[in-house]
């Protein structure tokens, strides 16, 4: 099942039958979400996987964007305590927005951060009791090398060295294997963004190693790829009818990549109304992010804030 | 290879081996652009072919939205001569832009409109000779079902009845059979818009019939459905390998439908750069329908109105 | 004071000192909301206010963006409270978004229309229950002459000729006289829209005598006219110095009115961040309409229904 | 006449009657274009005027947006002159268009930037001839403080230490103190951006002093202050009338202060098509500076690198 190219852990996970030494897996269910924690614990493990050693949360729950009210809280909450739990208890925090703002499925990381309550340049002027609740927090979409000239982790590297946040949070459009992934499933993970993930395939990595500092990754998938849609249909039927005796072997193999290339290679699978559905999930994780970020705020405060 | 949704004449022509009695097809290249025209001239063919008697001319040349500055003017002479020998000699013309504003894919009718040099209130304070000069136009982009509660077809019914236009020109985002024929594949067509054509797939047929006058009908590939790419890629392997006996056997058809329903259902496909590619087609079209309406209207003089 | 534009009532009624025969004003306020009722009983108080007989409804409350949350829900059930007493008890409603949606504070009216709950083509497929609690309503937003060719009040008379609504409500951004009302104040009247208001100046007037049915007028101001700000200024000026026997004298009057032409005829003033107010006022607005047109769904079916 | 804002060096001049020491100006028209340079050479002069020492070139063409074609080419062909004669002959150029992409009259730099031929991330896949025509362009829009937590001019300082370009572009929307200077004046400088310029007024300066490289702006007027416009109509009518010994005296000054602050402080002046003018200033601005960066590339190669 290589070659179909997902940014989830949970669909690599699942794409190995059976369980893998190395990775945990555990599931909670809530509310009507469903919350499953992986931690991939060795390096055998992220090599087979193809993902990096780390922890990641996955939250699902139908469509994201028409989830009623109290689950929608849920959710909230739900983020909200899967990104504390991964950030330094103290220190400025620096969102970054990944993604091009002129491709609707790869803006998401744009719309999620014009949703963050920006607070790094108000610190100083705030009353004392104000300034103990609110996280120092400033955020950017640096935009995509195609428009701008500079790799965005260039870009990132130069803003951490300047500004010396405790953490980046990095949000990001993914991508899925399976089409009913598209605006359902929330991943959140402590091991930063890879190189070669995201509906723009661009990017260099953001990481650790590569800033200096934590990075947690936030992303939805947004699309699945053209070629994953046409390979996935044709490798169930060599299954299923035993043709060049399944899809595991080299002929197979060869004829499926045949379909990957070519005038699939850049097309992308999305719903129609995915230019609703990429705004309606940036209200959530902007909701879930500024919660996490400042959870001695109240509602009505926050309100204030955003709007003043 | 029924089931597989185009609104391209061109597809539904190329899907039938061989030629079909009724039909005329005729193609003409020049300057990298090639033409085609196709003549359905009798009630049996329109009915194998699933669309309306009529003319169908259909220009292509690789990517619309990157040909160079020759090939563009071109194509803008090419779209204003088809559209202009289908239109009436005189009177005034609604424009209608069909689509979703709000769908990148579906807003290209909406773009399109944008665009148009409209001239039905300037008419009278126009000095003589530029009277003479300038046809009455007048352009509206309705909207769709699902955002203002009234058909498409009904709200056109009442302007036309109230304006009393000589001729409709509608202007759709379409489907396509082939990947490859987004934004690539111009169609203008005597015909009319057909019910249950175009990329949001719920329109009422606006038609002579409906509208009780000549309804031109231009429109470029946007998408293919998901399940279009999903059901081609599977057809060609029981094609290539005996599967089912050839997709054409009753089991394949059976097959092949569960495939087009489900989740892949509301799924279409998309270039990344969709957003882009929508503006770049629509600034196409808008000169091209600028042109077949105003053809004594120099390039100047056409600036000069759509800018003062 | 005469030559100053303002489409508020309010503001008439404020420049003539003293109380004037044949209008009644009462105010009353809650919760930090100020609620002004005005009655134009009499022709003659109609001509000197220059605003047509009928009833005007004013809510202030500071910034309507920025208002916290129980003086918002306050605002939005004093919204639907006004526009139900004017609306007919049954039948489908119309709503018309005015202005020109590419002219941010000439907007107001089609981001309201995109907020509304469109209902008329869904009455017949709902449950009998439903049924019951939901008013057809459709929503159009016709643009403006000039990008249409097609006058606002020729395009809602052929819609409403062709629907047959019990009503229409028509919403829209209005010029005020004094800056402080911009995104503070919102006007609901049962007057319909007279020729000439609005920020786009340039509307036929949508009345019950051009529709034939009543017309439900719902506004906030937007901008100030560059014009009054400068006229203001000087008359204020005239006044207290005696300046050409104060701004009443003919003289005066000549002086000011060429102030108002030439460059500053077109200019409008508004506050800097004018893009993000028009969308908190659609939303709020967006809400009581919402809430005036099904008053027995509750929050959470109405969520239901506008995302599914 | 201080306390007028405006950041048109010209306007500056023009306000102080008669000739100013150290400081040069010469005009020159062709083609419905008129060309005027200032030099302040002193620091005294640039202390009198409030505007740095250097070189300011002004072009001035009645409405920019709706000037021919052959007037536009021009403006674009005196633009490229009046930059590249500020620029060093050689080394990457980092672009930088400032202010708040969500306000329409302060987007003027984000829409510029927008428009670039970025170029520095393809200088080594190009082939040897290309490439010696080509200048390392990158491009930003770094967003402003209330929205990122962070200071342009602390980004900007960061991106310059990384990428070491040999000079930066700044492009800004400028406020006047005349209406009719919206969108018909641009204005190139060698100096920077100063603390406190532009529609946002929330700058630090953007310096060679500050950033280590020469930094030449680039800016249109978009905005007029209302306080402006109030100020101004109030001082002529006090010139004229003699009221409180004219506009210069002290209670002229304390009265015209009192009039520039309240209400009117936030609020701009803006013409109502300011939307269109934005975008329309914007294309030429950025056909003027992608010549200026990309001299011996002709249009036809131009066109292809945007569009590949």
């Known amino acids: ?39 991939i614990e060795t390096a055998r493990a992220a090599r087979l996987l193809g ?8 939250l699902e729950c139908g469509q994201l964007a028409h989830c009623g009210p109290d689950t929608r809280q849920l959710l909230i909450r739900l983020i909200a305590q899967a990104v504390r739990v991964m950030l330094p208890r103290e220190g400025e925090i620096l969102l970054v927005g990944l993604g091009n703002r002129n491709v609707t499925a790869d803006a998401l990381g744009t719309r999620v951060v014009e949703r963050a309550l920006v607070t ?26 195609g428009l701008t000239g500079i790799e965005t ?18 949000v990001d459009a993914l991508a899925a294997f399976e089409s009913q992934r598209i605006c359902t499933t929330i ?22 190693d590569t800033l200096g500092v934590k990075v947690i990754a936030v992303g939805v998938p947004m699309v699945v790829y053209a070629s994953t849609i046409a390979r996935d249909a044709m490798a169930r039927l060599m299954e299923e009818y035993g043709v060049l005796d399944g899809p595991s072997s080299p002929a197979a193999d060869r004829l499926l990549s045949q379909v990957a290339e070519g005038v699939l290679g850049n097309m992308v ?12 999930v940036a209200d959530l994780l902007g909701e879930g992010l500024n919660l996490a970020l400042h959870p001695s705020l109240d509602a009505e405060i926050l309100h204030t804030f955003l709007h003043s």
Chains 1, 2, 3, 4 share one sequence.
């Open 187 to 208: 991943q959140i993970a402590d091991t930063g963004i890879e190189p070669g993930s995201g509906v723009g395939n661009h990017r260099l990595g953001l990481t650790e």
């Open 153 to 170: 982790a260039e870009m990132c590297r130069g803003l951490v060295e300047r500004i010396r946040p405790a953490a980046v949070i990095a």
């Open 1 to 39: 099942m290589r070659g179909f190219r997902t940014d989830l852990a949970m669909e690599r996970v699942g794409q190995e039958n059976g369980r893998l030494d190395g990775v945990d897996v555990s599931t909670h269910e809530m509310g009507g979400v469903k919350r499953t924690r992986i931690v």
């Open 269 to 280: 699978v999305t719903p129609r109304e995915i230019d609703e559905l990429v705004l309606s």
């Open 51 to 58: 993902r990096p050693r780390g922890e990641y949360i996955t």
């Open 120 to 145: 790094r340049h108000l610190k100083e002027t705030l009353a004392g009791e104000m300034q103990g609740k609110l996280r120092g927090v400033c955020a950017v979409a640096p935009g995509v090398l």
